[in-house]
């Protein structure tokens, strides 16, 4: 008969894979490797290339005069050339965003592609 009290603190996670990890109190490992997150961060990645690849025309057309068109586009560019990097710096993408946003005002607002990047950017490279 098993006497054995079930365990007083629990932690449950899920998505991701983990080596050797004990949390709490007299606690063991007894098996089992996995991996995190990884595979899902590189899809992620890879989502928001497309994405802003595939916004850029709207983006543009989106702004209210040539000279704004031009520095969407530029920024767009500028944004693309980051992500084209083995590790994009988050920080870099994040402000240049912040800039598109900002110089397309309302339009940006109403824009699902906006709004579906910003997600995007949020996921791969977390909050501001």
């Known amino acids: 008969m098993n006497t054995r009290k079930p365990p007083r603190?629990?932690?449950n996670i899920?998505?991701?894979?983990?080596?050797?990890?004990?949390v709490g109190q007299r606690n063991k490992?007894?098996?089992?490797t996995v991996s995190v997150g990884a595979?899902?961060?590189?899809?992620?990645?890879?989502?928001?290339?497309?994405?802003?690849?595939?916004?850029r025309e709207e983006l543009v057309k989106a702004a209210t005069s040539p000279n704004v068109q031009a520095e969407v586009g530029y920024e767009?560019?500028?944004?693309?050339e980051e992500l084209a990097r083995e590790e994009p710096a988050g920080p870099v993408v994040r402000g240049r965003w912040e800039q598109?946003?900002?110089v397309l005002g309302p339009?940006?607002?109403?824009s699902g592609s906006v709004a579906q990047i910003t997600?995007?950017?949020?996921k791969v490279f977390g909050g501001s």
């Open 29 to 32: 490992v007894t098996h089992n």
């Open 119 to 122: 997600e995007l950017i949020i």
């Open 39 to 55: 595979v899902s961060a590189q899809a992620s990645l890879d989502d928001l290339r497309a994405a802003v690849a595939a916004a």
């Open 76 to 80: 767009v560019s500028k944004i693309e």
């Open 9 to 11: 603190e629990t932690v």
């Open 107 to 110: 339009l940006a607002a109403a």
């Open 100 to 102: 598109v946003s900002k």
């Open 14 to 22: 899920s998505g991701g894979t983990f080596t050797a990890s004990a």
